[in-house]
């Protein structure tokens, strides 16, 4: 029998037919930059080359523009909410093939467990997944997941196929001040993805040095500059709560693609079928005034090259036929989306066993437990929003105080916030305030909050806020918005606290509702439970929030609600 690679050759001679030729478009060159007119042959799921071929089947595509398959550089599948089978059926047709994933999100609830499962099921479907192995678990000494992963963990998840490097990061402070524990995870892996807010200077090449080459956290030119200067590849995030992409466009447009790629870090299911997911960075970059073929450079072969992945990420002979017809390059929405040169069939549903259920452990809680005794007219540490980001600000304010305890006062935009562990049920839980969400009554709360996935919860009163994370508790996790003692809507997220395992369609119309419901209790963010999940990630800049209390994240230490 003819071994594959022996037929490829013969399609690429031009001594056998193809199995499909695509006919007629404009082709697009990742690596000169150019239009080709010119066909496209594939066999076996692979480009066996351009120009003038016969093939068993041919598809016309006069008047369309045939790019790759979009690469999205650094996500996290779990922040979709949706069973990967959904994920699939919500990107693929908007040209996404292939996506680099971290699954620290699943792994602070679950486990290693959690990770082999996820990837386990990502194998059966059409999208392709490549996972980095989450260097994270915690991502900081302050946070409580259900179990550490140790070197030991993540060095048997690097044998994994498909598991391609140490995923990002975070704990920069630890990597510059050489932590043994953070460098002997370095050691696992020669390709090491980063993440790095803020980090300049001697200390970024302290952490650059130590083997990371890559970071998706610039949010200025500034930053993103040192890091290209540095030999670093900067992944543009253009996510639902952090939006990087108009800040850095000047970058890109003064250097060229080299070295930049796009990625969507954290995308909502509504933000994804509302505005599009990679290809939707590529329409906002040209738009912008970036020349097509540089944003499409920085969604294609870019990705691929930076991850190692020589087989995808552009229309040339041994790449995989993942195909793009565009009918035109402002939208960037494929008309036909071949992968692996096929269009996509029927995709599996997802199998999902019951032991990755029932993961939210909380035990008796009542509204004394958000009490915040409030003595003396001492001033108050307080969380402060940025808009599209999801950096804060480390505010000091006078709180509200009634009867001897510091209350959310609306009227001051104040609202009162909590972490709650949820793995183990230890009843331990941080307190805090917050500025900017607008809330005016009632309460938020999720079981999504980077990274460790402990309840968080923001609201105006405290029996709001009990009766929020009492409603989570009883439906295995997912995110509320209650006003008093009523439900106003509910995500259920059942598996992991984290994915739903409802239908695409039921979820988009839930998020959706959940949204709405936040600005009928006055909320002005506009991703709120984006926003409200990150503020319990403690390796992001300024002033966090985690079980274990505030944090302090320029000092990388715990501190007290009081401010000195």
Same mark, same amino acid.
């Given at each position: 029998?003819?071994?594959?690679?022996?037929?490829?050759?013969?399609?690429?001679?031009?001594?056998?037919?193809?199995?499909?030729?695509?006919?007629?478009?404009?082709?697009?060159?990742?690596?000169?930059?150019?239009?080709?007119?010119?066909?496209?042959?594939?066999?076996?799921?692979?480009?066996?080359?351009?120009?003038?071929?016969?093939?068993?089947?041919?598809?016309?595509?006069?008047?369309?523009?045939?790019?790759?398959?979009?690469?999205?550089?650094?996500?996290?599948?779990?922040?979709?909410?949706?069973?990967?089978?959904?994920?699939?059926?919500?990107?693929?047709?908007?040209?996404?093939?292939?996506?680099?994933? $971290?699954?620290?999100?699943?792994?602070?609830?679950?486990?290693?467990?959690?990770?082999?499962?996820?990837?386990?099921?990502?194998?059966?479907?059409?999208?392709?997944?490549?996972?980095?192995?989450?260097?994270?678990?915690?991502?900081?000494?302050?946070?409580?997941?259900?179990?550490?992963?140790?070197?030991?963990?993540?060095?048997?998840?690097?044998?994994?196929?498909?598991?391609?490097?140490?995923?990002?990061?975070?704990?920069?402070?630890?990597?510059?001040?050489?932590?043994?524990?953070?460098?002997?995870?370095?050691?696992?892996?020669?390709?090491?993805?980063?993440?790095?807010?803020?980090?300049?200077?001697?200390?970024?090449?302290?952490?650059?040095?130590?083997?990371?080459?890559?970071?998706?956290?610039?949010?200025?030119?500034?930053?993103?500059?040192?890091?290209?200067?540095?030999?670093?590849?900067?992944?543009?995030?253009?996510?639902?709560?952090?939006?990087?992409?108009?800040?850095?466009?000047?970058?890109?447009?003064?250097?060229?693609?080299?070295?930049?790629?796009?990625?969507?870090?954290?995308?909502?299911?509504?933000?994804?079928?509302?505005?599009?997911?990679?290809?939707?960075?590529?329409?906002?970059?040209?738009?912008?005034?970036?020349?097509?073929?540089?944003?499409?450079?920085?969604?294609?072969?870019?990705?691929?090259?930076?991850?190692?992945?020589?087989?995808?990420?552009?229309?040339?002979?041994?790449?995989?036929?993942?195909?793009?017809?565009?009918?035109?390059? &402002?939208?960037?929405?494929?008309?036909?989306?071949?992968?692996?040169?096929?269009?996509?069939?029927?995709?599996?549903?997802?199998?999902?066993?019951?032991?990755?259920?029932?993961?939210?452990?909380?035990?008796?809680?009542?509204?004394?437990?958000?009490?915040?005794?409030?003595?003396?007219?001492?001033?108050?540490?307080?969380?402060?929003?940025?808009?599209?980001?999801?950096?804060?600000?480390?505010?000091?304010?006078?709180?509200?105080?009634?009867?001897? &305890?510091?209350?959310?006062?609306?009227?001051?935009?104040?609202?009162?916030?909590?972490?709650?562990?949820?793995?183990?049920?230890?009843?331990?839980?941080?307190?805090?305030?917050?500025?900017?969400?607008?809330?005016?009554?009632?309460?938020?709360?999720?079981?999504?909050?980077?990274?460790?996935?402990?309840?968080?919860?923001?609201?105006?009163?405290?029996?709001?806020?009990?009766?929020?994370?009492?409603?989570?508790?009883?439906?295995?996790?997912?995110?509320?918005?209650? $006003?008093?003692?009523?439900?106003?809507? &509910?995500?259920?997220?059942?598996?992991?606290?984290?994915?739903?395992?409802?239908?695409?369609?039921?979820?988009?119309?839930?998020?959706?509702?959940?949204?709405?419901?936040?600005? &009928?209790?006055?909320?002005?963010?506009?991703?709120?439970?984006?926003?409200?999940?990150?503020?319990?990630?403690?390796?992001?800049?300024?002033?966090?929030?985690?079980?274990?209390?505030?944090?302090?994240?320029?000092?990388?230490?715990?501190?007290?609600?009081?401010?000195?």
């Amino acid at each position: 029998m003819t071994s594959a690679l022996s037929r490829l050759l013969a399609v690429a001679r031009g001594d056998e037919p193809a199995d499909l030729v695509v006919r007629g478009g404009e082709v697009f060159s990742a690596f000169t930059r150019e239009w080709l007119r010119t066909d496209v042959a594939v066999v076996d799921g692979y480009v066996a080359g351009l120009g003038e071929y016969v093939g068993r089947e041919t598809l016309d595509a006069t008047g369309r523009w045939v790019v790759p398959g979009f690469v999205d550089a650094h996500m996290h599948l779990e922040s979709s909410k949706l069973l990967v089978d959904e994920f699939a059926r919500l990107v693929l047709p908007f040209g996404t093939t292939a996506v680099v994933a $971290d699954p620290h999100e699943i792994a602070n609830v679950l486990g290693t467990d959690g990770i082999h499962w996820l990837l386990d099921v990502c194998g059966a479907i059409p999208l392709d997944v490549w996972f980095m192995a989450s260097s994270c678990v915690p991502a900081s000494r302050f946070e409580s997941p259900r179990r550490a992963l140790t070197t030991g963990d993540l060095d048997a998840l690097l044998r994994r196929r498909r598991v391609i490097g140490l995923a990002e990061m975070m704990n920069f402070p630890g990597v510059v001040h050489g932590d043994e524990a953070e460098l002997a995870k370095l050691a696992l892996a020669r390709h090491v993805d980063g993440h790095a807010p803020g980090v300049l200077g001697r200390d970024l090449n302290a952490y650059i040095a130590a083997g990371i080459r890559s970071d998706h956290e610039a949010s200025t030119v500034e930053e993103g500059r040192e890091r290209l200067r540095a030999g670093m590849w900067l992944l543009i995030r253009e996510a639902s709560a952090a939006r990087n992409l108009h800040a850095l466009l000047p970058l890109l447009a003064e250097l060229g693609p080299s070295r930049i790629a796009f990625c969507t870090d954290d995308r909502e299911p509504e933000h994804i079928a509302d505005d599009g997911h990679i290809n939707s960075i590529v329409r906002d970059a040209v738009a912008g005034g970036i020349p097509v073929e540089d944003a499409l450079v920085c969604a294609t072969l870019n990705p691929a090259a930076w991850h190692g992945l020589s087989h995808l990420g552009a229309v040339a002979p041994g790449y995989q036929a993942d195909l793009l017809l565009l009918p035109d390059l &402002e939208r960037f929405v494929p008309e036909t989306v071949l992968k692996a040169g096929r269009p996509v069939a029927e995709i599996p549903e997802a199998e999902v066993p019951d032991w990755v259920r029932h993961t939210v452990r909380v035990g008796a809680l009542g509204q004394e437990v958000f009490r915040i005794p409030w003595s003396g007219g001492g001033k108050a540490r307080v969380i402060g929003l940025v808009p599209g980001q999801i950096v804060t600000e480390s505010l000091v304010e006078e709180p509200t105080v009634r009867a001897g &305890e510091a209350v959310a006062d609306p009227e001051r935009d104040l609202a009162k916030l909590a972490v709650i562990e949820r793995h183990l049920a230890t009843g331990r839980i941080g307190l805090g305030l917050v500025r900017g969400f607008g809330l005016e009554r009632g309460a938020l709360a999720s079981t999504v909050a980077h990274d460790a996935h402990n309840i968080v919860v923001v609201g105006t009163s405290d029996a709001s806020m009990a009766f929020a994370v009492r409603r989570l508790a009883n439906i295995g996790g997912g995110i509320v918005a209650v $006003d008093g003692a009523r439900v106003v809507a &509910e995500l259920p997220l059942p598996v992991a606290g984290l994915l739903s395992d409802a239908p695409l369609d039921e979820v988009l119309t839930r998020s959706r509702a959940l949204v709405d419901a936040a600005r &009928e209790l006055g909320c002005t963010v506009e991703s709120p439970f984006q926003s409200l999940s990150f503020l319990a990630l403690s390796v992001i800049p300024a002033l966090k929030l985690t079980d274990r209390g505030l944090v302090d994240v320029d000092r990388f230490e715990l501190v007290p609600l009081e401010a000195a």
